[in-house]
């Protein structure tokens, strides 16, 4: 792999712009920060999950983000009335596996959404990733389990066999369409300490992809500068909490300069 140059401020210069909408029906436990987060990188976050209403609101999005964290079989219901919907319009859909391969429902559902939808992006950690996309593995709760296969080989499987891109985030993060694969190595130690920082990166994710239509390329730049901020932001906290805080701000100052300067995306 070699090192390439990818104008991730562009994309979020886009953002800044055009303030897309980016609907949400994600997990309860984190979804203030998932919310701060669209709003912090200058877009218009929407948590609406009543059935009643998701077909209709995602018709107005721009893309559209599922998080099964804690799910539900009627909130699934709801998740998928708003993927269909989604898919009429052609705005991409994203789906966290958060939890996959914990319990045989997430698996169960997640299934049924890739089955009865067009998924367009899978996000996850590499145990979530690798059950999705077949293995044998388990995960802790929502914390990554051990993979023993390469995950950089099988993210490009699922992908191709999924026609859709995947993204198994870790200490190096896999983003691929199964043609082209980027590794992002961006991050600190004190993301895995506070809850809710993949969640928050999946709504990164989700964010870029309302602006540019290569999934994979929105969402390595979309990791990239969530990441960067959080090295900025680790700098000076004095642990998780001052790192969460520091965090939004860090977020919301991002720069051209400073993108570029610390950027570390690998093709």
Known sequence: MKKIKIDAYALLERIRKSKPVVH?????????DCANIVKVLGASPVMAHAKEEVAEM???????VLNIGTLTPEFVEAMKIAAMSANKKGIPVILDACGAGATQLRDKKCFELLDETKINLIKGNISEIARISGEA??????DAGHVAKDMATIARDLARRRKCTVVATGKED??????LTYII?????????????GCMATSAIGTFCAV???LAYAAACGLSCFEIAAEQAAKTAGGPGTFKEKLYDFIFNLDQKTIDKMQRIEC
């Open 58 to 64: 995602a018709q107005i999005a721009s893309s559209l």
């Open 212 to 214: 540019e239509p290569d």
């Open 174 to 179: 896999i983003v691929t369409d199964g043609k």
């Open 24 to 32: 949400h029906l994600t997990n309860w436990v984190t979804i203030y």
């Open 137 to 142: 593995v388990k995960t802790k709760g929502v």
């Open 185 to 197: 190595k961006n991050g600190h130690p004190l993301m895995t300490q506070v809850v809710g920082t």
